[in-house]
Nanobody, 125 residues
Framework: QVQLVESGGGLVQAGGSLRLSCAAS????????VGWFRQAPGKQRELVAG???????NYADSVKGRFTISRDNAKNTVILQMNSLKPEDTAVYYC???????????????????WGQGTQVTVSS
């Protein structure tokens, strides 16, 4: 069983930066794949960035070059560093963990068993 808690959201002007943190409980967290998803009002939940237990990463095209995902297994934490933020990045951001994640299912939220409560990110123009 894994519990996830996100933090670091807030209000920022366009062009600014935020650092989201996902803190996890559980001694085997290092073996999980982790994804950061976001959901804007009226839109589907989408994967923003993911990282496997082997620290392979993937990103949505819309955030490549601006967002960076990393993990610190000693601290049971996954970080999403968001730079050059745009108003269209406004959404609730969720951290999710998957025990077993096929490579072609990285973007599919149904494959993630554990979810945090979400943190709001608002980017003003």
């Amino acid at each position: 069983q894994v519990q996830l808690v996100e933090s670091g959201g807030g209000l920022v002007q366009a062009g600014g930066s935020l650092r989201l943190s996902c803190a996890a409980s559980g001694r085997t967290f290092s073996t999980y794949a982790v994804g950061w998803f976001r959901q804007a009002p009226g839109k589907q939940r989408e994967l923003v960035a993911g990282i496997t237990s082997a620290e392979s990463t993937n990103y949505a095209d819309s955030v490549k070059g601006r967002f960076t995902i990393s993990r610190d297994n000693a601290k049971n934490t996954v970080i999403l560093q968001m730079n050059s933020l745009k108003p269209e990045d406004t959404a609730v951001y969720y951290c999710a963990a998957a025990i077993s994640l096929p490579i072609n299912a990285r973007n599919n939220p149904r494959y993630y068993e554990y979810w945090g409560q979400g943190t709001q990110v608002t980017v003003s123009s």
